[in-house]
């Protein structure tokens, strides 16, 4: 993975994101100075969103494509992020289902609603947020039968008091059925 800081002319920084490998997704944890409330991210098109920060710390998965956050960020700001995906990359046939998994830390409990962005005909069958006992949660979807096979990327949204504090990025790989 590569990290570039920069300084802008806002008093503000911009942290440059991403991996060599469309394969080798990761997500980390991106520490905030305490006087820095939300973290702009800004993906290589320019569309923009925002991540709140838990215990001041954000969490994003890094790809391929640049991710940008703007920001007031830590010296080191790289840290372990509060939240991950057991498997960003998952394997699948058409027409079948994938469950996709979140793991997190202690902060699971402050994390009030899962979002997903569904590609065009998927589902979602089942659904298991973060609760007092478990520090992981999970959605399995439906696959349609007939979609083109290619990797399809799974945007997820882990939000408190309807703000993001996490965004992060499953890839569902998808293949015919064998005849």
């Not at 039968?145 to 703000?163: D, F, H, N, Q, S």
Request: glycine share 6%; proline share 6%; aromatic share 10%.
């Amino acid at each position: 993975m590569y990290a570039y800081k920069f300084s802008l002319p806002s008093q503000k920084q911009l942290l440059a994101l991403w991996t060599l490998n469309y394969q080798a997704t990761s997500t980390i944890g991106v520490k905030v100075a305490n006087s820095c409330p939300r973290v702009d991210v800004v993906d290589l098109f320019g569309n923009r969103s925002a991540l709140y920060p838990i215990d001041g710390i954000v969490t994003v998965s890094v790809s391929n494509e640049p991710l940008y956050l703007v920001g007031d960020f830590s010296e080191n700001a790289l840290c372990k992020p509060k939240f991950f995906l057991t498997d960003h990359f998952l394997n699948n046939i058409a027409g079948e289902t994938v469950t996709v998994r979140i793991q997190g830390a202690k902060a699971t409990a402050e994390v009030e609603q899962l979002l997903i962005d569904l590609p065009n005909g998927w589902t979602v069958k089942e659904e298991g947020g973060f609760s007092a006992d478990s520090l992981q949660a999970y959605f399995t979807l439906n696959v349609p039968a007939r979609i083109e096979e290619k990797p399809y990327v799974v945007p997820i949204y882990l939000l408190t008091k309807g703000r993001a504090v996490a965004q992060l990025y499953a890839v569902v790989n998808t293949r015919e059925p064998l005849p």
